[in-house]
């Protein structure tokens, strides 16, 4: 690993840590206790993945920033996380659970935006290619049930199509690895067994 790419892992890896704290600071409300973690394991995650083998085009990171943007969108448009019915929290929970599960699996692989470290096909990876980007889409439909507006809705049909252009845009940076190809013929779906 280069000493730019680890100095920037490691400023990265530490802000998204201080975001993990700074958040608990604010409130004690289940979902913020998610986002916590969920934080804490993006930071530590940051600080020790491996070197990069293959960065996504300038194209593939601008068509997937939009995607991490949304589902922030959808909790600021939500209601207060303290007035969140338990329904909303249980769901959002769940997908929490299902991101911050599939990261640890990812490893030292994780990335934020589309690159080539290693391929991972264990875990909630050998059900579907993007159990994380499932659990993302989770919370955001937790934040619509938190909160139902025109707002939250938007957020919620602007979440899916985003998700899958960068899933495609992901997918794209993946396959200059073979062992991605394989896996693609034994994991077939992206997000949703026996849909797509």
Sequence with gaps: ?????????????????????LGLLH???????????????????????????????????LLSLPSVAVAGCALKLSAPLEAWPWLAQAIFVIGGALTVASFLVLGRSFAILPALRSITTRGPYRVVRHP???????????CVVAGPSWATLAALAAAVPLVVLRIHVEERTLRDDERYEEYTRATRYRLMPGLW
Excluded: C, D, H
């Excluded at 690993?1 to 704290?21: D, I, P, Q, Y």
């Excluded at 994380?132 to 937790?142: F, N, P, S």
């Design 27 to 61: 409130s004690l409300a289940v979902p913020q206790l998610v986002i916590a973690v969920l934080n804490a394991v993006v930071g530590v995650l940051l600080l020790l993945r491996s070197p990069l083998v293959q960065s996504g085009s300038v194209k593939a990171l």
């Design 132 to 142: 994380a980007y499932v659990g993302e889409l989770v919370m955001v439909v937790a």
């Design 1 to 21: 690993m280069s000493r730019t790419e680890r100095a920037f892992n490691v400023l990265l890896g530490l802000s998204v840590l201080s975001w993990a704290f």
